[in-house]
């Protein structure tokens, strides 16, 4: 059964328009997990525009569940992870005038300094994933680099508007699924799902992890951040029951 990893960033983003101390994303991560999500998803961006050092190192402490912390490939990134320790880091690109991490990784261009990093990590017990497009060569970059695991972006499905585009996007997916499996890779998904859009992808059989963060903060305005991700989880659920019925 797959399992939801809750991104809490955007209680971060909500707390920095203020400058103040709440809400406080800590808070927001102990709630998830008494919702029943199995991992908390962080991402500690170079700028440190959401979530702040503080914030990640009290989750760790906190939550009783996986944490992922998504970061970039840089040095500075990587040294405070190994300090850390998370249970799992995923590794995105980063730019800085982006809202959100708005594509995947490069990890062709990137293979050996994704090893490098990815060996030193994993020497520390930490599983590596990458966020990458669902295509061959990057997915086939990802092992090669010696990653344990990779999410698949499926931003490009959330913004399908066609029956046709939706059809397609989910091909896409389940052929990158079927790479990462032959080359041993776990694989997770991520970036756009929602509410409304998470049926077709929790469908798809195989997938472990669903990263889930902007959705969920926004449902849990009006019903609070445990509701908002039992009735995530209970979707996914629900839908991963009917592998491959589209």
């Known amino acids: ?110 293979k050996k300094r994704l090893a490098s990093a990815t060996q030193r990590m994993q020497k520390a017990g930490i599983i590596v994933a990458t966020f990458i497009a669902p295509t061959e060569d990057q997915v086939v970059a990802s092992a090669q680099a010696g990653c344990e695991a990779i999410e698949l972006h499926t931003g490009m499905y959330a913004n399908a508007r066609s029956v046709r585009q939706v059809a397609r996007r989910l091909q896409e997916l389940e052929l990158a699924r079927d790479i990462g499996w032959d080359h041993g890779l776990t694989v997770h998904a991520g970036h756009g799902l929602n509410y409304r859009n998470i049926g077709a992808v929790a469908r798809i059989e195989g997938l472990e992890d669903f990263n889930i963060g902007h959705s969920i903060v926004a449902r849990s305005v009006f019903v609070g951040m445990r509701q908002a991700t039992s009735e995530m989880i209970a979707l996914i659920d629900k839908f991963s029951t009917q592998f491959g019925e589209y």
């Open 1 to 110: 059964m797959p399992q939801l990893n809750v991104n809490i960033d955007h209680v971060a983003t909500i707390r920095q328009a203020r400058m103040v101390d709440e809400p406080d994303p800590v808070w927001a991560a102990v709630e998830c997990e008494l919702g029943g999500a199995l991992g908390i998803t962080m991402h500690l961006r170079e700028d440190r525009r959401h979530v702040q050092d503080r914030d990640v190192k009290l989750v760790r402490e906190a939550a009783g569940v996986k944490l992922n912390l998504e970061m970039a490939l840089t040095e500075a990134i990587v040294r405070f992870a190994l300090k850390l320790k998370p249970d799992q880091v995923t590794l995105v690109p980063e730019k800085r005038q982006e809202l959100t991490t708005e594509g995947g990784l490069d990890c062709v261009k990137l």
